[in-house]
């Protein structure tokens, strides 16, 4: 490993500190279609190089299957990475469609041992509560979760799609590292309370979706031009009429990569990257990829530094994309403001 090629942030006031821009690993195992394994760990060996430390998965990936990928990996480099793994979204052998949520304290606890024996490692760095069960007091599924910080197996945690009021009462029973929740040129609904939580309480934000999963670098304007087994075909603002307004809007987006030589790719992200100086919190936005060399095109945009005359073009997109996030907004953030 370098000595890294980008700059580091520190999640959370006494958290970890790591590269300014993660890696999600989810596509390596699922949701966009087929993955090629060999390319998959080529990119991990990659990140690393390249100075990204966080790495982020969770158990639901492929039903277990990312945590268990991404094993060697982390066994080869415990020292030199951050690993951040997820629990709560439930899922059923019988019904691939399912998804159900668990807050549970128990299942908090079950939840954990079965990461840790995946992952095969004693304790994870980064512990979120993937989405909220409204039906759980959360002051009992972050005590859980703070449990397992006492008890050794995990080092810090976090949350994921949380509102600001969900945030203080969660950092009020255990300081909370960082949040994860969608944040992009398309996505800003993180804004109206939770950032500014966040800011308050010294916790960072990791975006991810950062690239409005993947839309945003223009190299599909319809899901229907996505593989069968692709999630994004599900998705609203993928799709029919919704798509070819959205695919509009990345005009800007496009002026915007030409004047600085550059791909609307890391336009997108050097927008999220300077969301820290804006909102004064850590941003380590985690852009998933399967190749190395998107890998290198993501790592680049942290030294893109975009004018007020930039920022001011793209300001307006996110209130014209049309549809929402997912097809079932129930578990979002959104749904509890």
Sequence with gaps: MTDGTIEKARLGTTGPEVGVQGLGCMGMSEFYGDTDEAAARDTLDAALEAGVTLFDTADIYGSGANEEFLRPFVTAHRDEITLATKFSIVRRADDPAFRGISNDPAYVREAVEASLRR????????????????GVPLAESVGAMAELVRAGKVRHLGLSEVTGAELREA????????????????SRSVERS???AAAELGVALVPYSPLGRGFLTGTFANAAELSEGDFRRRQPRFTGDA???NAQLLDPVRKIAAAHGATPAQ?????VQQRAGVH??????I???????????????T????????????????????????PDMSSASESRE
Excluded: C, K
């Excluded at 852009?287 to 945009?301: C, M």
């Design 119 to 134: 992952l095969g490692v004693d304790v994870i760095d980064l512990y979120y509560m993937h989405r909220r069960d409204p």
């Design 171 to 186: 950092h009020a029973v255990h300081p909370i590292a960082a949040l994860q929740s969608e944040w992009s040129l398309f």
């Design 194 to 196: 939770a950032v500014g």
């Design 243 to 245: 798509a070819a307004a």
């Design 267 to 271: 336009i997108a992200l050097a927008w």
């Design 280 to 285: 004064g919190l850590p941003v380590v936005p």
């Design 287 to 301: 852009p998933g990829t399967r190749r190395r060399g998107r890998l290198a095109e993501n790592v680049a945009a």
């Design 303 to 326: 030294r893109i530094t975009l004018t007020p005359g930039d920022l001011a073009l793209l300001e307006p997109i996110a209130g014209r994309v049309v549809g929402d996030r997912y």
